[in-house]
């Protein structure tokens, strides 16, 4: 049969050990996951960023929550995947019609992707 000592050593050092762990969740590095939404397409020209561009430009608008999460956003890159296809668009303007994850590419560079005629379809994007 277990001593009193033994049971008050026992539990004064479980009760030592627990308050030495951390309290809360445990951190971690987690690597940027894409972003899901819809991808149309409009014609650029004088943009939210200081920057004129026309339809051949490979250039990108984000949702406004998109913009206002990434305000140094202006000339960096954006990677889009769909059905299997990849294409990059430099980000130039803001999209005010667009949902938080969504974008509005270039016609040209909608084209890489899909044809003008579906209007609206579901990519993910990253950023590069």
């Not at 960096?76 to 995947?81: D, E, H, L, P």
């Not at 974008?103 to 579906?118: N, T, Y």
Request: hydrophobic share 35%; net charge negative.
């Amino acid at each position: 049969m277990p001593s009193f000592t033994n049971i008050v050593m026992t539990t004064l050092c479980a009760a030592g050990l627990a308050a030495a762990l951390p309290v809360g969740k445990p951190t971690a590095v987690v690597a940027p996951r894409d972003s899901v939404g819809d991808m149309t397409y409009y014609n650029p020209g004088l943009g939210s960023c200081g920057r004129h561009n026309s339809d051949g430009d490979a250039v990108v608008a984000l949702s406004p929550s998109q913009y206002a999460d990434h305000p140094d956003a202006c000339g960096k890159n954006i990677v889009i995947n769909y059905g299997g296809k990849t294409a990059t668009a430099t980000v130039v303007d803001k999209c005010p019609g667009c949902s938080p994850m969504s974008i509005d590419v270039s016609p040209s560079l909608f084209q890489k992707l899909e044809s003008l005629d579906a209007g609206r379809v579901e990519v993910d994007w990253h950023w590069e």
